[in-house]
């Protein structure tokens, strides 16, 4: 699994290359439900189809390895803090498949001071 860009910034997109196997039988109709989480609440999430982030392969798949890219825009609103992006895989079923976490963190917003502009003093 790789993570770009990094580090990860607000309002842009975020890319996960996943790797997945096939060992058995074939997978189509498997959703991957990518979630944005701070202290256990839901920031944002986007769900996928697995077969459509697999370039160059069509659904169902057989018995293999495959790659893909999942990206989603980040929210421009996320304020600072650590933050947990969590992939889980379902079936049409709706039934739980794996699930892959990882940590990210932005930075604290800075509030920059604004330049105060004053008249000129003069002597008379």
């Known amino acids: 699994m790789r993570i770009y860009?990094?580090?990860v910034v607000r309002d842009s997109v975020l890319y996960v290359d996943l790797t997945a196997r096939v060992v058995t039988g074939t997978i189509k109709d498997v959703?991957?439900?990518t979630s944005l989480l701070s202290q256990g609440v839901?920031?944002?999430s986007k769900p996928s189809l697995?077969?459509?982030l697999i370039q160059g392969h069509s659904c169902p798949?057989?018995?293999g390895t495959y790659s893909g890219t999942i990206g989603n825009?980040?929210?421009s609103s996320v304020p600072g803090g650590i933050y947990i992006v969590r992939n889980i895989l379902v079936d049409s079923n709706n039934m739980f498949i794996d699930c892959v976490e990882f940590e990210i963190e932005f930075a604290k917003r800075t509030r920059k001071r604004p330049i105060r502009r004053g008249r000129a003093m003069t002597q008379d």
């Open 5 to 7: 860009p990094t580090p």
């Open 42 to 44: 839901e920031v944002d």
């Open 50 to 52: 697995l077969c459509d």
């Open 31 to 33: 959703t991957i439900i």
């Open 73 to 75: 825009r980040v929210p």
């Open 61 to 63: 798949l057989p018995v």
